[in-house]
């Protein structure tokens, strides 16, 4: 940090939990921010943390390296209530366009050079920052739309760089192929994709606003299942308890660690088996097999989390300190019932590669189709099979373990070709690593000592973290890296709880690996991309 961008910018520092954090100058981020990500290493803009205190208002960029997620740090710009002014880091980190972009929303605070700073998940005619401590939740919040007529464009008619004239055309937001509602607003040159711009907000749940108000103890953890409800909720319910648990200082006992292992594995292949299934029938309308035997994969993994979870989709099966109950009795059957599926999945995702990755059609509209170079991808906060299938090995179960995994034998996919194909080949192969990572759990619990299957430690029935305490944990969603960041005020409840949606960070690269192919190729790259909206607008 000698660098000379850098000097003079430093006015403090803390600790967000166990993450070193800088208070910088809001004229210096860019500098900042430029020097760590060059002199440092840290490549990573994981998440950017917005949100007021009684005397300011501050951006926080929490910076970590996709070699090592380990080494992290903390970049905290404050700034004044009555002036919510900072600098964009935007030059930096592309990713920080859209983060800085839902501050600005949310809070009001607004970023001098940012490259587009308007509303991203509330429409322009909002009145008001919903997460500021002056909003008004009473008052009106839409004007009509003739008092915004002047900043409404129309595309239509709109002379390309070449001289060629272009069409605006609206995908979305109620399409099958945007898998779930989001609009994208795509010009074209003839069929040949200009430029495209996701329009996200449609499903905005105010779900950071309704942990806020739940108690740590009981009335958060169910809403981490509704982020994303392909099935992958066991994986979301992790990183709410990771963080959770780091705040209050809980030690999760080891059996009820393996039983989170088992269970978010399973949860994990719950997402992936819809996110194949649903991507052949975006590029090949293949409903019929590929699809329907994805739906019936699911529903044998569905089985074995109802048997353990008494729910098919909304789990809440965690619990601060553990998972709310053992596994059923009697645990023989349970255990031959795992056993039975995986035995049957080689046979099954064989006849998966058969349909899919050996189909000639399929190959023709996903290989070399929907190309993101791996440094693309970091500057753009990739995670998941979204980064892996750039050839970015990241993952953080392995290089920042929690729960069981650093105890089990298993591997990272990773694929170098960076295209659509690369990203449908991580899926069916972390599928196979989930497989085996599940069976080494059904072996261990098999072998488990009755007496030492503590399922929960021993926690409070009131958790009040310190007064100012915070911190930052993530987890390796099916999507990517999830992350939550909570600030304690010494209540029951969050002053401050803040999603990182994986999806989120990996639908900004979409323009990206879409722009100059054809309008095929944009439907087959968003679906690999595999975006869940409840987690993307929040």
């Given at each position: 940090m000698a660098d000379a961008g850098v000097a003079g910018a430093v006015v403090d520092s803390r600790a967000i939990g166990d993450i070193p954090t800088l208070e910088i100058r809001g004229d210096r981020v860019p500098a900042v921010l430029d020097a760590v990500r060059t002199g440092l290493g840290l490549d990573h803009c994981s998440c950017v943390v917005a949100q007021e205190y009684d005397t300011h208002a501050e951006s926080v960029y929490l910076l970590r390296a996709y070699d090592d997620p380990t080494r992290e740090l903390g970049v905290a710009v404050p700034v004044?209530?009555?002036?919510?002014?900072?600098?964009?880091?935007?030059?930096?980190?592309?990713?920080?366009?859209?983060?800085?972009?839902?501050?600005?929303?949310?809070?009001?605070?607004?970023?001098?050079?940012?490259?587009?700073?308007?509303?991203?998940?509330?429409?322009?005619?909002?009145?008001?920052?919903?997460?500021?401590?002056?909003?008004?939740?009473?008052?009106?919040?839409?004007?009509?739309?003739?008092?915004?007529?002047?900043?409404?464009?129309?595309?239509?008619?709109?002379?390309?760089?070449?001289?060629?004239?272009?069409?605006?055309?609206?995908?979305?937001?109620?399409?099958?192929?945007?898998?779930?509602?989001?609009?994208?607003?795509?010009?074209?040159?003839?069929?040949?994709?200009?430029?495209?711009?996701?329009?996200?907000?449609?499903?905005?749940?105010?779900?950071?606003?309704?942990?806020?108000?739940?108690?740590?103890?009981?009335?958060?953890?169910?809403?981490?299942?509704?982020?994303?409800?392909?099935?992958?909720?066991?994986?979301?319910?992790?990183?709410?308890?990771?963080?959770?648990?780091?705040?209050?200082?809980?030690?999760?006992?080891?059996?009820?660690?393996?039983?989170?292992?088992?269970?978010?594995?399973?949860?994990?292949?719950?997402?992936?088996?819809?996110?194949?299934?649903?991507?052949?029938?975006?590029?090949?309308?293949?409903?019929?097999?590929?699809?329907?035997?994805?739906?019936?994969?699911?529903?044998?993994?569905?089985?074995?989390?109802?048997?353990?979870?008494?729910?098919?989709?909304?789990?809440?099966?965690?619990?601060?300190?553990?998972?709310?109950?053992?596994?059923?009795?009697?645990?023989?059957?349970?255990?031959?019932?795992?056993?039975?599926?995986?035995?049957?999945?080689?046979?099954?995702?064989?006849?998966?590669?058969?349909?899919?990755?050996?189909?000639?059609?399929?190959q023709m509209r996903t290989v070399d189709t929907g190309h993101l170079p791996p440094e693309t991808a970091k500057q753009y906060g990739c995670t998941g099979p979204v980064a892996r299938g750039s050839g970015i090995d990241y993952d953080v179960r392995r290089d920042d373990p929690y729960g069981y995994y650093d105890e089990l034998d298993w591997n990272v996919v990773t694929e170098d070709d960076c295209d659509n194909y690369a990203r449908l080949l991580v899926r069916l192969r972390e599928l196979e690593e989930s497989a085996t990572i599940v069976d080494q759990c059904v072996d261990l619990l098999e072998d488990w000592p009755e007496a030492d299957r503590t399922i929960q430690a021993s926690v409070p029935r009131t958790v009040k973290p310190d007064d100012g305490a915070e911190v930052y944990r993530t987890v390796e969603a099916a999507k990517g890296e999830l992350g939550i960041y909570i600030r304690s005020d010494g209540t029951d409840q969050p002053a401050r709880f803040k999603i990182r949606g994986p999806s989120f960070s990996n639908l900004q690269a979409l323009p990206e690996m879409t722009t100059g192919e054809m309008l095929p190729d944009l439907i087959a790259t968003l679906g690999s991309l595999d975006t869940i909206m409840g987690e993307v607008d929040r």
């Amino acid at each position: 940090m000698a660098d000379a961008g850098v000097a003079g910018a430093v006015v403090d520092s803390r600790a967000i939990g166990d993450i070193p954090t800088l208070e910088i100058r809001g004229d210096r981020v860019p500098a900042v921010l430029d020097a760590v990500r060059t002199g440092l290493g840290l490549d990573h803009c994981s998440c950017v943390v917005a949100q007021e205190y009684d005397t300011h208002a501050e951006s926080v960029y929490l910076l970590r390296a996709y070699d090592d997620p380990t080494r992290e740090l903390g970049v905290a710009v404050p700034v004044p209530l009555e002036e919510k002014v900072s600098h964009s880091g935007a030059d930096a980190f592309r990713t920080i366009d859209w983060h800085e972009r839902e501050a600005y929303d949310l809070l009001g605070i607004e970023y001098e050079d940012h490259p587009d700073l308007r509303r991203i998940l509330l429409p322009e005619t909002w009145q008001g920052h919903p997460l500021s401590r002056d909003y008004d939740g009473d008052g009106p919040q839409i004007v009509p739309l003739r008092e915004n007529e002047g900043r409404l464009t129309d595309a239509e008619g709109q002379e390309a760089a070449d001289g060629a004239e272009t069409m605006l055309l609206n995908v979305g937001p109620h399409h099958p192929a945007t898998h779930g509602v989001m609009h994208l607003q795509t010009t074209l040159d003839g069929e040949q994709v200009v430029d495209v711009e996701p329009d996200i907000g449609y499903i905005h749940r105010c779900e950071e606003q309704m942990c806020e108000a739940g108690t740590y103890r009981h009335q958060i953890m169910p809403y981490p299942d509704r982020w994303d409800w392909s099935g992958a909720g066991l994986c979301n319910e992790w990183a709410y308890a990771r963080a959770a648990e780091a705040l209050a200082d809980i030690e999760v006992p080891e059996y009820a660690q393996l039983l989170r292992t088992l269970t978010a594995e399973l949860s994990r292949m719950l997402g992936h088996f819809l996110a194949i299934g649903a991507y052949a029938l975006d590029v090949v309308g293949d409903f019929t097999a590929t699809f329907m035997y994805a739906i019936q994969e699911r529903e044998r993994i569905q089985k074995l989390l109802e048997d353990v979870t008494g729910q098919r989709l909304m789990f809440n099966y965690f619990r601060l300190g553990g998972v709310v109950w053992d596994l059923p009795d009697p645990r023989d059957e349970f255990f031959d019932d795992v056993r039975a599926f995986l035995e049957g999945l080689p046979e099954r995702l064989r006849e998966y590669h058969s349909l899919l990755t050996e189909n000639e059609l399929l190959q023709m509209r996903t290989v070399d189709t929907g190309h993101l170079p791996p440094e693309t991808a970091k500057q753009y906060g990739c995670t998941g099979p979204v980064a892996r299938g750039s050839g970015i090995d990241y993952d953080v179960r392995r290089d920042d373990p929690y729960g069981y995994y650093d105890e089990l034998d298993w591997n990272v996919v990773t694929e170098d070709d960076c295209d659509n194909y690369a990203r449908l080949l991580v899926r069916l192969r972390e599928l196979e690593e989930s497989a085996t990572i599940v069976d080494q759990c059904v072996d261990l619990l098999e072998d488990w000592p009755e007496a030492d299957r503590t399922i929960q430690a021993s926690v409070p029935r009131t958790v009040k973290p310190d007064d100012g305490a915070e911190v930052y944990r993530t987890v390796e969603a099916a999507k990517g890296e999830l992350g939550i960041y909570i600030r304690s005020d010494g209540t029951d409840q969050p002053a401050r709880f803040k999603i990182r949606g994986p999806s989120f960070s990996n639908l900004q690269a979409l323009p990206e690996m879409t722009t100059g192919e054809m309008l095929p190729d944009l439907i087959a790259t968003l679906g690999s991309l595999d975006t869940i909206m409840g987690e993307v607008d929040r």
